[in-house]
């Protein structure tokens, strides 16, 4: 069983930066597509950004595109997710989820997930 655990969360001023790291477990990180998805309070859990396996082509939700950077690091089995230009409303809780099928956007296709990092953004 693959594990999954986010950390680079916390609190930051609008306008500010955070980067985010995700470690999985396991040999077959390489051949993993990988996500990162948000939840904010009372609202649904919603797709933030993912990078396929091969290629290291990238996908954003329009919310985000232009602030936010997906990469990874297969040598050492961690997804990060650089957040530039933070807003009030990226305030949520952050998961990472491995080993994605397509479409990429959806929660429903992913295998794994981390236990989540929260991060905060005051205005």
């Known amino acids: 069983q693959v594990h999954a655990e986010e950390s680079g969360g916390g609190l930051v001023q609008a306008g500010g930066s955070l980067r985010l790291s995700c470690a999985s477990s396991g040999r077959a990180f390489s051949t993993y597509n990988m996500g990162w998805f948000r939840q904010a309070p009372g609202k649904e859990r919603e797709f933030v950004a993912a990078i396929r396996w091969t290629g290291g082509s990238a996908f954003y939700s329009d919310s985000v595109k232009g602030r936010f950077t997906i990469s990874r690091d297969d040598a050492k089995n961690t997804v990060y997710l650089q957040m530039n230009s933070l807003k009030p409303e990226d305030t949520a809780v952050y998961y990472c989820?491995?080993?994605?099928?397509?479409?990429?956007?959806?929660?429903?296709?992913?295998?794994?997930w981390g236990q989540g990092t929260q991060v905060t953004v005051s205005s």
């Open positions: 989820a491995g080993a994605g099928n397509y479409p990429l956007n959806q929660a429903k296709n992913y295998g794994y």
